[in-house]
């Protein structure tokens, strides 16, 4: 491919995201013989220590999701789509939809893909955000929008394998599901045997560990009580929620809840994001990675980037019962399901920690992005 300009572009998404920056700018830039410039604009966030050669950070939002400088976002996009003059642009968020096709209308020889990273109008509809009048406007708004670019795109990138089921719009011929898997290279992490030695017995610590986006929906108070329970039981048992939260009402009641119990949970983050990184440290620290999902229409049929992350690091995870899920946990022995409501026994979920040989073939392959470069980089070679 000759050399390349590329635009990958959100707003809310930090310049560091794991996905747009540490997915797809590493990976167009990383294509060994070939020299590409990636401009990547969104939230603003410290540039990361080991940025490739190429990779060039434009700040589009400095303040909150809710503040008056999202609306300046548009504007400084616009203008960066003319200063770059970007062959190829990527754009990772539904708002910046109608400046991309603009800009695509104004000029010949411009592309740009679409990467759906969340069905945008079921979570509209079902997450309760906004207020009941307003959803099914919004939700029908997006899903027009979206139908509309798909047209005009020259590929649709979905972030879901459900997704090409729930998305009308999202046709086969020119779609490619490109999954949150892990980026990093299959040798990187430690072994699953190592972990399997480390596991701690009853009376020595337990490090649990919740990452990621802090919410309700996601199950983060399910993750307090669990190890509050557990702790009945394994009183050396610790858990770590380190990510971000949205919702300040929400995260004002975990650190009331938190408060309440000291010694049970660590904080890490909260009102700040953190740096993906220090999520990964976090991981390699972990002796057991909860995922205590609610079941909601908007979530449950996805498997979460942090599943990837956890396998990625021969972390053993405990899992509701999500056939979605379900399936990758158990072809790797990977960890044990539970219900993290008032049911599950404590006693036959601590058996289950000592006596589960977890990862007994070793870390598992297809937790890592690498599998996803290809389809990549062969959909970029078929639009240029």
């Known amino acids: 491919m000759q050399p390349t300009t590329f635009l990958l572009a959100s707003v809310l998404k930090p310049l560091d995201d794991t996905r747009m920056y540490g997915k797809f700018g590493r990976t167009l830039v990383e294509r060994a013989g070939e020299q590409h410039t990636v401009h990547i604009a969104g939230r603003w966030a410290p540039a990361p220590a080991d940025t490739p050669v190429g990779i060039r ?20 996009y616009w203008r960066l789509l003319h200063q ?12 910046l939809l109608p400046l991309t096709l603009l800009w695509h209308r104004l000029g010949s020889g411009r592309k740009f893909l679409y990467d759906v990273r969340e069905n945008y109008a079921l979570n509209i509809r079902t997450q309760q955000v906004y207020p009941p ?7 029908g708004l997006v899903r027009g929008l979206e139908t509309m670019v798909a047209r005009r795109a020259a590929g649709i990138i979905l972030a879901e394998r459900s997704y090409a ?21 299959p040798e990187t992490p430690a072994a699953a045997p190592t972990r399997l030695m480390l596991m701690p017995r009853p009376g020595e610590t337990l490090r649990l560990l919740y990452s990621g986006t802090i919410s309700e929906l996601n199950g983060v108070f399910e993750a307090v009580e669990f190890t509050l329970r557990l702790r009945q039981h394994w009183p050396q048992a610790h858990l770590t929620i380190i990510g971000f939260c949205q919702r ?10 938190i408060a309440a119990n000291p010694g049970a949970v660590t904080l890490i983050g909260g009102d700040a994001l953190v740096p993906h990184a220090r999520i990964v ?38 899992i509701p019962d ?14 044990a399901v539970v219900s993290f409501d008032e049911t599950f026994a404590v006693p036959a979920v601590v058996a289950q920690l000592t006596a589960a040989p977890f990862y007994p073939y070793g870390v598992p392959a297809e937790a890592f992005w690498q599998s996803e ?7 970029l070679d078929s639009i240029r």
């Not at 470069?373 to 959909?379: D, E, N, V």
């Open 133 to 139: 009048w307003l959803r099914g406007l919004l939700a």
């Open 84 to 95: 770059v003059q970007p062959d190829v642009v990527l754009v990772h968020a539904p708002e």
């Open 248 to 257: 300040p009402e929400q995260l004002q009641r975990l650190r009331t809840v």
């Open 57 to 76: 950070f434009h700040s589009l939002l400095r303040g909150s999701r809710l503040s008056w400088q999202r609306l300046g976002a548009q504007w400084r």
């Open 281 to 318: 440290a976090a991981i390699a620290q972990s002796h057991l990675g909860l995922l205590p999902y609610r079941p909601h229409p908007s979530t449950w049929r996805c498997v979460p980037t942090k599943l990837f992350e956890y396998l990625a690091s021969g972390l053993p995870v405990l």
């Open 373 to 379: 470069t290809t389809k990549l980089w062969a959909l």
């Open 322 to 335: 999500n056939p979605y899920w379900t399936g990758i946990v158990a072809r790797h022995q990977a960890g």
């Open 165 to 185: 089921e729930e998305l009308p719009f999202a046709k086969p011929r020119r779609t490619v599901v490109l999954e949150n898997k892990f980026a990093s290279e």
